[in-house]
């Protein structure tokens, strides 16, 4: 109800299972990411997502993906520079859920290569007076403080662990044995999570926004 009233959106979806990924620059319609099993947006990639899926489970072994974030709506104004940036809450909420190996926001460990006068959000005042940036590296955070822009941030998942396979290891007493899996065990846990990462970054926003002193509910 708090992020209904301010008119704040969250959305996750699949951007990527294994080495099969969504292009950066492809077009993507957010209403369609539950029409198919794998929650990603772009049929033609989620269609090759589900073929990847059913060979590694034919395997017996399981494959990780990526799930992107787009946060919209969010005010001006969440967050503190230093002790609780917004972004390390959100990373910190994250990197608490099963399985997850990764973090980034905006432009993530792309920036590494991009010069300042590249990666530098230009801000900009419309024709309605709203201040904007033209682009957005930053992911909508700036100085650990929301700027208004939508925050979009990608979360990686390992692959599960257990496997239907056999596998190498030792017992107790160090000798080495052979194990395996046993039951019904997911040879991918990234369209499960989706909601999982929306749920924890509302969970994030509510904090700052309550926090946030503001705020008029």
């Known amino acids: 109800m708090l992020l209904n009233h301010y008119n704040i959106g969250i959305t996750a979806y699949v951007s990527q299972v294994g080495n099969i990924s969504m292009d950066a620059d492809q077009a993507i319609?957010?209403?369609g990411i539950e029409s198919n099993i794998v929650r990603c947006p772009h049929p033609e990639t989620a269609d090759k997502m589900i073929q990847l899926i059913k060979e590694i489970k034919k395997d017996g072994?399981?494959?990780?993906?990526?799930?992107s974030c787009i946060i919209q709506g969010c005010p001006v104004g969440l967050g503190e520079p230093v002790f609780d940036k917004l972004h390390a809450d959100l990373g910190k909420a994250m990197l608490s859920i099963n399985a997850v190996k990764g973090f980034e926001y905006g432009s993530g460990f792309g920036s590494i290569s991009m010069k300042g006068s590249e990666h530098n959000d230009?801000?900009?005042?419309?024709?309605?007076?709203?201040?904007?940036?033209?682009?957005?590296?930053?992911?909508?955070?700036?100085g650990g403080i929301s700027n208004g822009m939508d925050i979009d941030f990608n979360v990686a998942f390992k692959p599960v662990a257990t496997l239907i396979k056999d596998q190498k290891s030792v017992n107790t007493?160090?000798?080495?044995?052979?194990i395996s899996g046993k039951g019904r065990h997911d040879p991918c846990v990234v369209p499960r999570a989706v909601?999982?990462?929306?749920?924890?970054?509302a969970?994030?926003?509510a904090d700052h926004l309550l926090r946030n002193k503001t705020v008029r509910i």
């Open 29 to 31: 319609d957010l209403n």
């Open 61 to 67: 072994d399981t494959i990780g993906g990526k799930i």
């Open 203 to 205: 969970l994030v926003i």
């Open 122 to 142: 230009v801000f900009v005042k419309g024709t309605d007076d709203a201040i904007s940036t033209q682009s957005n590296h930053s992911g909508g955070i700036q």
């Open 195 to 201: 909601p999982i990462v929306e749920a924890m970054a």
């Open 173 to 178: 007493s160090g000798e080495e044995i052979t």
